[in-house]
Structures are given as C-alpha cells and as structure tokens.
C-alpha cells in the first residue's frame, strides 16, 4: 500500500525549498501517492517558482486577501486544510522552515492525525520577537512535528535540548541547496530563454563589480533602513569601480527611504523585484552580496559569493561560523568598513569565496524521500 504525502507551502521561499522535494517524490510513485497544497500566502511570486519548477498544485485555497493580517491568515489556513485533509487523509504532511503558512498547517496536520514533517527544522534565534513571526512560528511547528529534517548538526542539536526524540531528526542538509543546482544549471544552459534576465544584462556594466543587495525584513523598517540607505550611498560614492543593483521590494515602508536616498545616484540601479530565476542568474554575475533574506545566507556561498547579512541576529550561525557570511546589522559604519574590506583586500575576498558551505551539498531531499521509504507507520 501506498503511504500518502500532502506537500504544503504557501509563498515564494517555501516554493523553492520545497521544490526540489516535490520532483525527488515524483521519482517514486510505485511507493507513494504525494499531492501538492498551496495556501497562496503569497501569489504572483508564488506562481512563478511553480512554473519555473514545472509544478501543478492538486489543492490550490488561493487565500492571498488585500491588507491580509496574521490573525486571518492563520484561521483561514486552519479552516481551509481541514477539508483538504479529511479527503485526502495523508499519512504525512510536509511543511517547511517557519511561515505562518508552515506553523497553521502544522496544527491543522495534528488536528487530522496525520504525521508532520517539519523540513529546515531547528532554526533558533532564542528570541520569540526576532524575526518576528518566525521565529515563534518554527517553534510551535517543531512542537508539533513528528519528524524533524534537520539541516545541519547545529539544528539537530537545538531540537534535541528540547527533549525532541533523538529517532525523530535526521539531518539532511538544506533543500534551498538542491533547488540552487537545479536552478543555476537551468537558467546557464543555452537553451534557456527568459526576457528578464535578458534585460538584466543589457544594464549590467561588465568593467564593474557588481554588488546584489536585498533588503526587506520587518525588523529593519525605520531607522534601520535609513542606515542601510546610508550605507550603501556612501560605497556607491567611495567606489567608481561599483555598481549596486538593488531589487526593492513592494512594501511602501522599503520603497520609501530607497528612492529618496538611492534614486538619483548614478552606479546605483534600483529595479522592481525579480523571479526567482532571474535572482538566481544575478547572484550568479554579482562580486559581492548584502541582504537580510535568510535564503540567500544559504544560497550564496555554493556560488562562491561573499555575504554581509544585514541582521542583528540569524538563526543561522553556521555560515557565520564557517566565515561565509558576516553579521553587520544595520550598523553604517560596519556595513561601509565590512563591503569596503572585500572591495580592497583581495586575499580576504578569495579565502571568503573558497570556504565551504556548511548548508549541504545538493541531495537532501534525496535524504528526506529515503528516510520517509524506510519509515514505518
């Protein structure tokens, strides 16, 4: 018999981490039934991860609203799984990392009886209101979930000193370094066709160093994107040899502070959000990246990329203990001296792109699928 697997995500980064677990499924259909649920937390971006990875969702509840809050979203993800899982009855529900998403399926999940699968499990910060929500997210997720995949020893050790059974996580390595090999070849490959990154080339100047930054997280809003506005004006100015490319994210309180500091300074391109194969293509072109997006904590450092994190705290430190990223918040001055450091030192910029990245290597959801055949219910 069968067993039965419900893959559930709801916005852009989960989509890309859960991606490559969905196709890995596929590739065992003698063994399992898996079926695909998308709450649309988020849509357009959403949509386009499942084009790009060629992914049909059998359950779509398309609960993106106007003006959405976490008190509806939560409850409209609650009541809408629950006739999703009264019909299909899965014995496994996967969800991934800490989204409002992730954390309402998780308790729809064990409300049916099902068993929860909680994919980049273990991410801590030990502070419930950074990031806000998710960092209390995961934590409710992992207290609910009967299977933890882990991706690296230091998360397995944050689930075990919570009494979480020692059977019940298996580190994988992180899916988002799965989705990154499938991605970079795809969109390397000569066939590949895509108007975007097509114009994302004709601005690219070739005799410059190409600095990626991305910036959006809650925390950071006020104050603390005024500094990294401030930031980056200064090594635009410092640097002639720079160009900075600056996707900006919708959010009026990021668009502001952007525009008013950045917009007018030549070496600086402020351009509308990107696909995600398109983000993949221009991390792959950049010199140097600053961000505060976790994902691209994992992502960069298969590519070689040097990363300042503009973060006062990360729940991942393995990165920043392997010397693939650095923790500069939203200090101007370690932001300058930090990029400024990695502009100038040649030695220091190659040792930090030749380190390894201790996120995986490519085959965790391959792990996850083996783990999973092997199990008994």
Request: glycine share 4%; charged share 25%; proline share 5%.
């Amino acid at each position: 018999m069968k067993k039965k697997n419900l893959i559930v995500f709801g916005t852009r980064p989960e989509a890309i981490k859960m991606a490559p677990l969905v196709k890995q499924f596929e590739n065992y259909t003698d063994e399992f039934e898996t079926k695909v649920c998308i709450t649309a937390q988020h849509r357009e971006m959403l949509d386009q991860v499942l084009s790009f990875f060629e992914i049909k969702p059998d359950y779509d509840l398309n609960l993106m609203k106007p003006n959405q809050n976490l008190y509806g979203l939560t409850a409209d993800i609650i009541l809408n799984l629950k006739e999703v899982l009264e019909e299909f009855e899965p014995d496994y529900v996967y969800v991934h990392g800490d989204t409002t998403t992730t954390m309402a399926t998780s308790i729809a999940a064990f409300y049916s009886g099902s068993r929860v699968c909680h994919v980049e499990a273990g991410l801590r910060t030990f502070n419930k209101k950074s990031p806000f929500p998710e960092e209390m997210n995961r934590c409710v997720t992992g207290v609910v979930s009967d299977i933890h995949f882990a991706p690296t020893e230091t998360s397995k050790e944050n689930l075990l000193k919570e009494n979480k059974p020692s059977d019940s996580v298996v580190v994988t390595g992180n899916t988002v370094i799965d989705a990154l090999k499938i991605s970079v070849a795809k969109v390397s490959s000569s066939t590949y066709e895509d108007e975007e990154i097509n114009r994302l080339s004709q601005i690219l100047n070739a005799n410059k160093k190409l600095i990626l930054v991305t910036g959006h997280r809650r925390e950071n809003h006020g104050e603390g994107f005024l500094n990294i506005c401030e930031a980056l004006k200064e090594v635009s100015q410092k640097y002639s040899d720079v160009q900075i490319v600056y996707p900006v994210h919708l959010n009026p309180k990021v668009q502001e502070p952007v525009y008013k500091i950045l917009g007018d300074l030549p070496n600086i391109e402020l351009i509308a959000p990107l696909s995600y194969p398109s983000f993949v293509w221009l991390m792959n072109q950049s010199y140097l990246i600053i961000t505060d997006s976790g994902g691209v904590q994992e992502e960069a450092p298969s590519l070689g990329k040097p990363v300042l994190v503009m973060r006062d705290t990360t729940e991942r430190p393995e990165a920043v203990d392997a010397g693939t990223v650095i923790l500069v918040g939203t200090d101007k001055n370690l932001i300058v001296s930090k990029a400024s450091k990695l502009l100038e030192d040649e030695d220091a910029y190659e040792k930090m792109t030749k380190l390894h990245n201790p996120y995986g290597d490519g085959k965790a959801s391959e792990r996850i699928v083996q783990f999973i055949n092997n199990h008994s219910l």
